[in-house]
């Protein structure tokens, strides 16, 4: 046994417990399990109670300490929390839950991603209206780069179209130009030249988001930088596996439309009897 392994009694063989609101997380299971091949994912989808962007805090908090638990009793090493929603308003209260287990958000590689991609610090940043109220991205970002120029916008509806499976064509290209005509519509200087997906159904999004903001915008999720910082942690714990490969799917309503809509953003076929049904009580 390594040092971890005894005092928190979990072993490289354990999954990463992976969660969500709903199917939205898959992107980021996705780029975990292509760096991370041979671990153990058990992925949760809360998708009876999505969508977590339009609900208060205390709710939201939660729903996501609800989620952690049903997740450890799968035997789980770390969490890696799939939702910007929950990591910008759940984060430390599913740190005390799972203590010492490791529980890796999203927003603070997304904002990594947004920085690092950035050349004239004018970053824009679309979520939902939870994560944009709560202003972890801003913090996030000024944390790293402090002269940055955000701009924040609430994008509930992209979360319906995406799970609607709406993710190119006339209705989704109105909506994006609904939402980013204004921050995007500007004089070169001034406009933003990345644009952050601070959610985590945006990327299935990114045709129609492409065609609002143009070619020059350098569009970054947090996907990508998650799975490495879930890499790093894991390997600085002395927890990374060898010999594992396994995907679990959990949600917690119709085991069809998880496997129908989440294909599209796993980019994995997906059948039903694929998805087991959970309760969070
Ligand atoms: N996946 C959630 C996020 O990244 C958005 C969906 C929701 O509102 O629940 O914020």
Do not use: M, W
């Given at each position: 046994l390594n040092n971890?392994?005894?005092?928190?009694?979990?072993?490289?063989?354990?999954?990463?417990?992976?969660?969500?609101?709903?199917?939205?997380?898959?992107?980021?299971?996705?780029?975990?399990?292509?760096?991370?091949?041979?671990?153990?994912?058990?992925?949760?989808?809360?998708?009876?109670?999505?969508?977590?962007?339009?609900?208060?805090?205390?709710?939201?908090?939660?729903?996501?300490?609800?989620?952690?638990?049903?997740?450890?009793?799968?035997?789980?090493?770390?969490?890696?929390?799939?939702?910007?929603?929950?990591?910008?308003?759940?984060?430390?209260?599913?740190?005390?839950?799972?203590?010492?287990?490791?529980?890796?958000?999203?927003?603070?590689?997304?904002?990594?991603?947004?920085?690092r991609a950035s050349r004239s610090g004018r970053i824009a940043v679309i979520a939902t209206e939870g994560t944009v109220r709560g202003g972890a991205y801003e913090h996030a970002i000024r944390a790293r780069r402090p002269e940055a120029h955000i701009v924040t916008r609430a994008c509930s509806l992209f979360v319906a179209l995406a799970e609607e499976g709406l993710v190119s064509g006339s209705i989704a290209s109105?909506?994006?130009?609904?939402?980013?005509?204004?921050?995007?519509?500007?004089?070169?200087?001034?406009?933003?030249?990345?644009?952050?997906?601070?959610?985590?159904?945006?990327?299935?999004?990114?045709?129609?988001?492409?065609?609002?903001?143009?070619d020059d915008v350098t569009i970054v999720d947090s996907a990508r930088t998650a799975s490495i910082t879930v890499e790093a942690t894991l390997r600085e714990k002395e927890l990374l596996n060898a010999n594992g490969g396994s995907m679990q799917l959990l949600a917690t309503d119709s085991r069809e439309r998880f496997a129908r809509v989440g294909s599209v953003f796993l980019q994995e076929p997906m059948q039903a009897a694929d998805v087991q049904l959970v309760d969070l009580g």
């Open positions: 971890y392994e005894s005092f928190s009694g979990v072993s490289p063989q354990a999954h990463i417990g992976v969660f969500d609101s709903g199917i939205g997380g898959l992107t980021v299971l996705r780029a975990l399990r292509e760096r991370l091949p041979q671990e153990n994912f058990v992925y949760l989808g809360d998708t009876a109670r999505l969508p977590y962007g339009t609900k208060s805090a205390a709710s939201v908090v939660r729903y996501s300490v609800q989620a952690a638990q049903t997740l450890n009793q799968f035997r789980i090493k770390c969490l890696v929390v799939a939702c910007n929603t929950a990591s910008a308003l759940a984060l430390d209260s599913l740190r005390q839950t799972l203590a010492p287990l490791p529980v890796i958000g999203v927003v603070e590689p997304g904002a990594e991603a947004g920085c109105a909506i994006a130009h609904h939402y980013l005509d204004d921050a995007f519509n500007l004089a070169s200087l001034q406009r933003p030249d990345t644009l952050v997906l601070g959610c985590t159904h945006f990327p299935v999004l990114i045709d129609p988001l492409r065609e609002v903001v143009g």
